[in-house]
């Protein structure tokens, strides 16, 4: 079936270094599928951060940004430079259209002042 | 601007016995509705996806006797858990849309059963 596999746990990064969160998909049954992250902060519903639809392109959002490699089948998440505030639970996910997301396992991010 | 609610956002119910949460789309037609569910320590799994004018389409471990959802229009769904046991505790989370746009999701209702 259709999947998602994210770096699973917790990410602790220093305020100002850089992240990645890796993510692989999984589409087996959706040739092309749509790829997103969402974020969830404490105590907020699940909201989405980027998402990329076309295979080759970027995403772009508060700084965040993910490329959708279809050669590694991969979207991995990535920022500069991250701020206190970009503590929360990050989801991979992919969808076909008209299909709902799936998602991965989700990455709890903490970031150190 | 387009929001999600769900309700109640926490639930205790007895084994056993049946519970039935509600999700509200307000802003925008929900013209497709997925629940979802998070139990402890694992991601949210789809249930069901819910799509106007469609069949309710339940996935893989789900059952419509089991988790039975309505969605009379294009702003309400509700599912009930029924005959909850301790492996259905757990976060519901509902995720709204309309046509093939942004997918809204509510809070979620966190479900505990003793």
């Known amino acids: 079936g259709d999947s998602v596999t994210q770096t699973e746990g917790q990410v602790t990064v220093s305020e100002s270094k850089s992240l990645i969160i890796n993510c692989t998909y999984s589409a087996t049954s959706i040739g092309y599928p749509n790829l997103f992250w969402y974020v969830r902060y404490p105590g907020e519903g699940l909201q989405l951060l980027l998402k990329?639809?076309?295979?080759?392109q970027k995403g772009s959002s508060r700084g965040f940004e993910a490329t959708y490699n279809k050669e590694a089948t991969s979207f991995h998440l990535q920022k500069a430079s991250v701020q206190e505030s970009d503590s929360a639970v990050y989801y991979c996910a992919l969808s076909g259209n008209n299909n709902a997301p799936r998602f991965g396992a989700g990455t709890k991010l903490s970031v150190k002042p | 601007g387009a929001l999600v609610y769900q309700y109640p956002r926490r639930t205790i119910c007895k084994s056993g016995t049946s519970m039935r949460m509600e999700c509200q789309a307000v802003?925008?037609?929900?013209?497709?509705v997925a629940w979802y569910r998070q139990s402890p320590q694992k991601t949210f799994e789809l249930i069901a996806l819910?799509?106007?004018?469609?069949?309710?389409?339940?996935e893989q471990n789900f059952t419509q006797e089991k988790f039975p959802i309505s969605h009379p229009n294009l702003s309400f769904s509700s599912m009930t858990v029924l005959n909850a046991y301790l492996e259905d505790r757990g976060l519901y989370l509902c995720?709204?849309?309309?046509?093939?746009?942004?997918?809204?999701f509510g809070k979620g209702t966190r479900l505990t059963v003793v």
């Open positions: 995720g709204a849309r309309q046509g093939d746009t942004e997918v809204f």
């Open positions: 819910s799509t106007v004018n469609s069949a309710i389409k339940y």
């Open positions: 990329v639809i076309t295979a080759g």
């Open positions: 802003g925008f037609q929900a013209t497709s």
